[in-house]
């Protein structure tokens, strides 16, 4: 365990600081802002477009660049703000995907350059963007021209028996993409590179932080890869099984204010 100062917190957002419910508590924003106070650099680290993360960190009053789209991106957040990192799924797997889901009625939200397109303006796609106030376009995929593709997301809410399912045969099929279950309905589909291990480390190696100073925290599956990057590594009280056997702590979960308690146990504040 570290006993080196925290310089460094990366959250994840989606049941980690936010709510179900999609909103934050009074202690977490008043956590963050005491971090940010005393120096310490908090990231936000999501599989979200960063699009649909820049109003969460405004909320926070967070001017540190956001990794979004699982580590595919990080991006300042302002408008026009410079892209440090930058990691894209290859537009021949894409299409492969594009394919498969086609094949198998399976729902995809496809993001290229941080828009998110669909092909049908369905309950899915409703259900998906109401909560997180993103905007999408419909467009059949094949008028398209497959490029700079952030990530794809294969959705079957209320089965996450099949989500596992695809997560298996693809992460088989295609060894050299990033394949992982950002919640029990959601299937993240990436450029190997595009994980939140990745992102971390680059912005260490960009503020001369060491992995002994960062405290990572996560909920699910895709916080695995955010885990390793950390020195401290909790798991939510809310977390998968798997994610929690890769942590050094469980904390409480995020309607509990979990992450407030994480941080009064590691970083001092009160």
């Not at 290859?90 to 993001?111: G, M, S, T």
């Not at 990033?178 to 939140?196: G, H, L, M, Q, W």
Request: hydrophobic share 35%; net charge neutral.
């Amino acid at each position: 365990m570290s006993e080196h100062k925290i310089k460094m917190v990366a959250t994840d957002i989606d049941g980690t600081i936010l709510k179900w419910d999609f909103g934050f508590t009074p202690e977490v924003k008043d956590c963050i802002k005491k971090l940010t106070a005393s120096n310490v650099k908090v990231v936000l680290v999501t599989g979200r477009m960063h699009k649909a993360t820049t109003f969460l960190a405004d909320e926070l009053g967070l001017d540190t660049p956001i990794v979004s789209y699982q580590g595919g991106m990080i991006k300042e957040n302002k408008e026009n703000g410079k892209v440090f990192y930058r990691k894209d799924l290859d537009p021949n797997r894409a299409k492969e995907i594009i394919k498969w889901a086609k094949d198998n009625n399976v729902h995809i939200n496809l993001y290229m350059d941080d828009i998110l397109y669909v092909e049908k303006d369905d309950e899915i796609i409703r259900k998906y963007t109401d909560a997180r106030y993103i905007e999408y376009t419909v467009c059949p995929f094949e008028n398209l021209e497959i490029k700079n593709v952030n990530k794809i997301l294969a959705i079957k809410y209320g089965d996450a028996d099949t989500v596992t399912s695809w997560v298996e045969y693809l992460s088989k099929k295609y060894p050299n993409l990033y394949i992982v279950k950002s919640t029990p309905y959601f299937c993240e589909i990436s450029n190997k590179d595009a994980r939140k291990s990745c992102a971390v480390e680059y912005l260490c190696k960009k503020w001369g932080i060491e992995k002994d100073e960062v405290l990572t925290i996560g909920d699910q599956n895709n916080d695995i890869e955010l885990l390793k990057s950390g020195g401290v590594k909790v798991a939510m009280g809310n977390g998968t099984p798997e994610l929690k056997a890769c942590a050094d702590f469980v904390t409480d979960d995020v309607n509990n204010n979990g992450f407030v308690k994480a941080i009064h146990k590691f970083c001092n504040m009160r």
